[in-house]
């Protein structure tokens, strides 16, 4: 059985300064569901992502980084003639970074609803999607809709992360009443303080609730209680992917049975590991090192 399956588009990033007058970039892969499936994978429990990429070398990458740290993509599929997408990150001194999409077209862009294994996401002990996917076009958006149809249908678990990025939806009222509906279906719900008014209706006592509130750390509502955990201190490298991270770490400590304050706990840690590394995932822990 499966632990987590995820869903999403996983793509090429550049990071630099500022291009127009850098001399040095650093080439990686990143994607909010790729960084939750190396986590869960580097913690020893079963991950599998579905997606596309195209036949190029980012694709070959994206591949190679998954295979090599143990998570399952025999439902990933190859493109051929299609570009996998790219991101553009320029670090800007006191802001955040400046990041561009280069998504368009791209073959992780046209996930649709016939790629979707219903058979394997209904074998699974969870399922973990997020808003940058479903922001993605309406195909995307369906086969979203259609891996959690098949969870509800089957009575596993749904985990969603709002992860709202203005750039990616037409309009504010569009990504509510999207992210509301996801939100609404799911049983673990992720999102940070600036998202709340997003997804009101979905803030129900019986819905397990977790609220990133920055600088002063993470609340979850769980059992109709709170309990908060304070931010891990560590020297900021880049902050990129570390609500991912944190997603991971406390689906982890779900699985394994925690408390939901040892579940913050976990999400707190595996978000410092990737505040301290450049990389949205190759900082991770794993399981000896918590």
Known sequence: MTDVCTLGEALGVVSSGRVRHENEARLDVCGPELTVAVALARLGHRA??????????LGARVLTVLRGEGVD?????????????????????????????????????????????????????????????????????????????????SGVMISFAVRYVPELWPSVREAEEVLGELACASHLLF????????????????REVVVDRGAKGASVRADRMRYDEPRVQVPVVDVAGSGDAFAAGYISAALDGLTPPERLRRGALLGAAVVASASDWQGLPVRAEL
């Open 191 to 206: 999102l940070g303080q600036d998202e709340l008014d997003l997804v009101k209706p979905a803030l129900t006592p019986e």
């Open 73 to 153: 993509v025999a439902d990933m599929r190859v493109t051929e003639g299609a570009r996998t997408g790219l991101l553009l990150r320029e670090a800007r001194v006191g802001r955040e970074p400046q990041v561009t999409h280069y998504r368009a077209g791209s073959a992780g862009s046209a996930l649709a609803p016939g790629n979707v294994p219903i058979d394997r996401i209904a074998r699974a002990k969870m399922l973990h999607v997020t808003g940058i996917t479903a922001a993605l076009g309406r195909d995307a958006l369906e086969a979203v809709r259609t891996a959690v149809s098949a969870a509800r249908t």
């Open 48 to 57: 599998c992502f579905l997606g596309k990429v195209g036949g190029d070398e």
